[in-house]
């Protein structure tokens, strides 16, 4: 069979950070590999995109089409195996005209079943390591998978924010014309320059599902145009339109091209000068096809992943709005199009009607399977019946059972979780989600879904295992090195040159700094891995408030700054972990600290809090009441909207971070996430605005009922 071209060049993609680059570079040098990569397999063209190349201008003088050949045939050899583990290293005799003589592979599945893998090339094939010579870089390619799972989180997260977002707003504005501006004010990004919305035509229920003759402009937007003309024109269905629902998502550049497929029409989104490319997306569902979103750029570059993420998610989304607008003028479709949208769906859906009861309005056959109820009728019956029926053990239930029954359907919160259950004499991991499902301000009821993550957690925890091993094993060497190195500092005191003296406290320095990064590196691990151990004592929060300002004393006094505290002295005693605790309050004091402005204020303050209604309204879901909430705040630039959700991610850094060069490793706020959640609390950061600027730190803890 002959081999297929891929045209698309070796260079690192926009998902490339600074961490993999980083740690590509370390695994190049400790390897001596003469080129190396990252590649992750792309969701859209199903071919390997390089998320990073080490060194960057390794590309100059490669040929790009044979080496992204190479790679397509690992990842189908990956897809195929499908394990969760990583595979390697593999080595391999490559083709010289590749322009290397031999290759090494690690290869791995990323969640979701998306194949990825590092490989490094050498131009003579005597050249390649061993594990002997290099026996950090299995350590190293674990780093690159997280890094790369942190990254794909990170995009699932700001992706099923924006749409959910859209989602909402398109809601309450179904027509053409509102889903074409809910998309420009909610999605778009300023690269797009316009936005049309076509549907097949002429639709008849005798006809549904075609032949139709022409796709009309039903709504459009033109970037400083607010009011085109074009709604209404027909446009003739030329053969790449019509073949649009086979071929997906198809982005064109050549505008030849473009007016060929639009036989030399001149709509304005189409034959604008400013247009750089023009991207297709078909709206239809199984055979029915409903409409094509026409969406250009004015951009030099091609959209992101996360950007036709995004627009493949709203295609489907306006798919299933459109068809049931039309499947509510033909009834005897309603209930079967409705249960081919849901069993479509791979996680397991719940709907449930806004009544006393919660009575269950509709479910998927995923559901069904998944929690072994194929041969029960589950329609009909109230929300707690449906628990009873459910594999859970006794604890779950009850938590679920408090978690889904006091949410208040007035506030129209989402909330989240996991819970662990065996079922047909497996154990499986789930993660649940709820949000409620209302139309203008009208409240329909809460959908619920859960997501089997089994294997996830289990690669975590092997993940963490490792991580907690070899972290444990460098602390020791670092203890020592930084005990001879205050040893030489105290031993000698004034006989030490200058010199001498200055590269000693540089490597006691560096020790202390390592020294705390491997103890939070282990303290992450053992959180992810359930080994995380509380020693729960009675005590006043204020104590360990006082305790920890008093420690930074000399920190926040060099950078001439104050502490205010605000304490109540008439909280109760909480069961806490004294040590955790303080960890967790030093963490957050001393970036408040650290990214504070200089001479500025920090306040540090608590109080107790009753019932929800008293918490912030920042406060996450799922924050339980009673409990002592624990603010600390300060005068920096605060950390934007954009960032809220990444910051608690392990080694995430703020933009703002990263350029200002601050020292860390962005490890500190996860693991303080692990600790207040181990106590049953949660801990949150609001968003700087111009009205409250700063850093806004907050966690709570649950008092203890007798």
């Given at each position: 069979?002959?081999?297929?071209t891929?045209?698309s060049?070796?260079e690192?993609?926009?998902?490339?950070?600074?961490?993999?680059?980083?740690?590509l570079?370390?695994?190049?040098?400790?390897?001596?590999?003469?080129?190396?990569?990252?590649?992750?397999?792309s969701?859209?063209?199903?071919?390997?995109?390089?998320?990073?190349?080490?060194?960057?201008?390794?590309?100059?003088?490669?040929?790009?089409?044979?080496?992204?050949?190479?790679?397509?045939?690992?990842?189908?050899?990956?897809?195929?195996?499908?394990?969760?583990?990583?595979?390697?290293?593999?080595?391999?005799?490559?083709?010289?005209?590749?322009?290397?003589?031999?290759?090494?592979?690690?290869?791995?599945?990323?969640?979701?079943?998306?194949?990825?893998?590092v490989?490094?090339?050498?131009?003579?094939?005597?050249?390649?390591?061993?594990?002997?010579?290099?026996?950090?870089?299995?350590v190293?390619?674990?780093?690159?998978?997280?890094t790369?799972?942190?990254q794909?989180l990170?995009?699932?997260?700001?992706?099923?924010?924006?749409?959910?977002?859209?989602?909402q707003?398109?809601?309450?504005?179904?027509?053409?014309?509102?889903?074409v501006?809910?998309?420009?004010?909610?999605?778009?990004?300023?690269?797009?320059?316009?936005?049309?919305l076509?549907?097949?035509?002429?639709?008849?229920?005798e006809?549904?599902?075609?032949?139709f003759?022409y796709?009309?402009?039903?709504?459009?937007?033109?970037?400083?145009?607010?009011?085109p003309?074009?709604?209404?024109?027909?446009?003739?269905?030329?053969?790449?339109?019509?073949?649009?629902d086979?071929?997906?998502?198809?982005?064109?550049?050549?505008?030849?091209?473009?007016?060929?497929?639009?036989?030399?029409?001149?709509?304005?989104?189409?034959t604008?000068?400013?247009?750089?490319?023009?991207?297709?997306i078909?709206?239809?569902?199984?055979?029915?096809?409903?409409?094509?979103?026409?969406?250009?750029?004015n951009?030099?570059?091609?959209?992101?992943?996360?950007?036709?993420r995004?627009?493949?998610?709203?295609?489907?989304?306006?798919?299933?709005?459109?068809?049931?607008?039309?499947?509510q003028?033909q009834?005897?479709?309603v209930?079967?199009?409705?249960?081919?949208l849901?069993?479509?769906?791979?996680?397991?859906?719940?709907?449930?009607?806004?009544?006393?009861?919660?009575?269950v309005?509709t479910?998927?056959?995923?559901?069904?399977?998944?929690?072994g109820?194929?041969?029960?009728?589950?329609?009909?019956?109230?929300?707690?019946?449906?628990?009873?029926?459910?594999?859970?053990p006794?604890?779950?239930?009850?938590?679920?059972?408090?978690?889904?029954q006091?949410?208040?359907?007035?506030?129209?919160?989402?909330?989240?979780?996991?819970?662990?259950?065996i079922?047909?004499?497996?154990?499986?991991?789930?993660?649940?989600?709820?949000a409620?499902?209302?139309?203008?301000?009208?409240?329909?009821?809460?959908?619920y879904?859960?997501?089997?993550?089994t294997s996830?957690?289990?690669?975590?925890?092997?993940?963490?295992?490792?991580?907690?091993?070899i972290s444990?094993?460098?602390?020791?060497?670092?203890?020592?090195?930084?005990?001879?190195a205050?040893?030489?500092?105290d031993?000698?005191?004034?006989?030490?040159?200058?010199l001498?003296?200055?590269?000693?406290?540089?490597?006691?320095?560096?020790?202390r700094?390592?020294?705390?990064?491997?103890?939070d590196?282990?303290?992450?691990?053992?959180?992810?891995?359930?080994?995380?151990?509380?020693h729960?004592?009675?005590?006043?929060?204020?104590?360990?408030?006082?305790?920890?300002?008093?420690?930074l004393?000399?920190?926040?006094k060099?950078r001439?700054?104050?502490?205010?505290?605000?304490?109540?002295?008439?909280?109760?005693?909480?069961?806490?972990?004294?040590?955790?605790?303080?960890?967790?309050?030093?963490?957050?004091?001393?970036?408040?600290?650290?990214?504070?402005p200089?001479?500025?204020?920090i306040?540090?303050?608590?109080?107790?809090i009753?019932?929800?209604?008293?918490?912030?309204?920042?406060?996450?879901?799922?924050?339980?009441?009673?409990?002592?909430?624990?603010?600390?705040?300060?005068?920096?630039?605060?950390?934007?909207?954009?960032?809220?959700?990444?910051?608690?991610?392990?080694?995430?850094?703020?933009?703002?971070?990263?350029?200002?060069?601050?020292?860390?490793?962005?490890?500190?706020?996860?693991?303080?996430?692990?600790?207040?959640?181990?106590?049953?609390g949660?801990?949150?950061v609001?968003?700087?605005?111009?009205?409250?600027?700063?850093?806004?730190?907050?966690?709570?803890?649950?008092?203890?009922?007798?």
């Open positions: 069979m002959a081999e297929e891929i045209e060049p070796i690192p993609t926009n998902v490339a950070d600074a961490r993999l680059l980083y740690t570079r370390n695994l190049s040098q400790q390897t001596s590999a003469d080129m190396a990569c990252v590649y992750v397999r969701r859209d063209t199903q071919q390997p995109q390089l998320v990073a190349v080490y060194p960057e201008n390794a590309n100059q003088t490669t040929d790009n089409t044979r080496v992204l050949n190479w790679l397509q045939e690992r990842l189908e050899r990956m897809a195929a195996r499908g394990s969760r583990s990583i595979s390697g290293p593999t080595f391999y005799s490559l083709d010289e005209n590749i322009g290397f003589a031999g290759g090494v592979l690690w290869s791995m599945l990323l969640p979701g079943d998306v194949p990825a893998g490989v490094l090339f050498y131009k003579q094939r005597t050249a390649a390591f061993t594990p002997e010579s290099a026996p950090e870089a299995d190293l390619v674990e780093l690159i998978q997280t790369l799972e942190n794909l990170v995009e699932r997260l700001l992706t099923t924010e924006a749409i959910a977002t859209t989602a707003a398109i809601t309450r504005n179904p027509t053409p014309r509102g889903i501006h809910v998309l420009r004010d909610y999605l778009f990004e300023p690269n797009v320059s316009s936005c049309t076509l549907l097949y035509g002429p639709s008849s229920p006809q549904p599902y075609g032949p003759e796709v009309e402009v039903a709504a459009l937007w033109v970037q400083g145009n607010e009011a003309g074009a709604v209404g024109d027909k446009i003739p269905l030329t053969d790449f339109l019509v073949g649009l086979r071929t997906g998502i198809v982005t064109i550049t050549d505008k030849d091209q473009i007016a060929e497929i639009f036989q030399g029409r001149s709509e304005p989104p189409v604008a000068e400013t247009t750089v490319s023009i991207t297709f078909p709206l239809h569902a199984e055979q029915r096809k409903l409409g094509i979103l026409v969406i250009t750029s951009a030099a570059d091609a959209y992101t992943a996360y950007q036709l995004s627009f493949q998610l709203v295609a489907e989304f306006l798919t299933m709005i459109t068809l049931t607008d039309l499947l003028r009834s005897d479709d209930e079967r199009g409705r249960a081919a849901l069993d479509a769906v791979t996680d397991g859906v719940v709907m449930v009607r806004n009544d006393q009861a919660a009575s309005l479910v998927n056959q995923q559901f069904l399977s998944m929690f109820l194929q041969e029960r009728p589950v329609e009909g019956l109230s929300l707690a019946k449906l628990m009873e029926l459910m594999p859970l006794a604890t779950t239930r009850r938590e679920l059972g408090k978690a889904w006091t949410t208040d359907a007035n506030r129209r919160e989402r909330r989240e979780g996991e819970f662990h259950m079922h047909r004499g497996s154990a499986y991991d789930v993660e649940w989600y709820s409620p499902v209302y139309k203008d301000q009208e409240f329909l009821g809460r959908i879904t859960f997501h089997d993550v996830k957690r289990a690669s975590e925890r092997l993940r963490s295992e490792l991580l907690s091993r444990h094993e460098l602390r020791t060497p670092l203890t020592s090195i930084s005990g001879f205050q040893f030489i500092l031993a000698t005191k004034d006989d030490l040159p200058d001498a003296r200055e590269y000693t406290e540089i490597i006691l320095s560096s020790a700094h390592l020294t705390i990064l491997f103890r590196m282990i303290d992450l691990a053992r959180a992810n891995a359930g080994e995380l151990k509380l729960l004592t009675s005590d006043n929060l204020n104590d360990r408030i006082i305790e920890s300002v008093a420690k004393e000399m920190q926040y060099q001439k700054q104050r502490v205010i505290m605000s304490l109540n002295d008439d909280l109760p005693d909480i069961d806490l972990d004294n040590d955790r605790i303080s960890q967790v309050l030093t963490n957050l004091i001393y970036n408040a600290i650290k990214y504070g200089e001479g500025g204020e306040r540090v303050s608590n109080r107790l009753s019932s929800e209604s008293d918490l912030p309204k920042s406060a996450p879901p799922q924050t339980y009441t009673p409990c002592v909430l624990v603010s600390v705040l300060d005068r920096g630039v605060g950390i934007p909207e954009t960032e809220v959700d990444k910051i608690f991610i392990p080694f995430y850094r703020t933009r703002a971070t990263r350029a200002q060069q601050v020292e860390g490793a962005g490890l500190g706020l996860a693991v303080s996430r692990g600790i207040i959640e181990l106590h049953g949660r801990i949150w609001e968003p700087a605005t111009r009205r409250q600027p700063g850093g806004r730190f907050y966690f709570t803890l649950p008092v203890t009922q007798n």
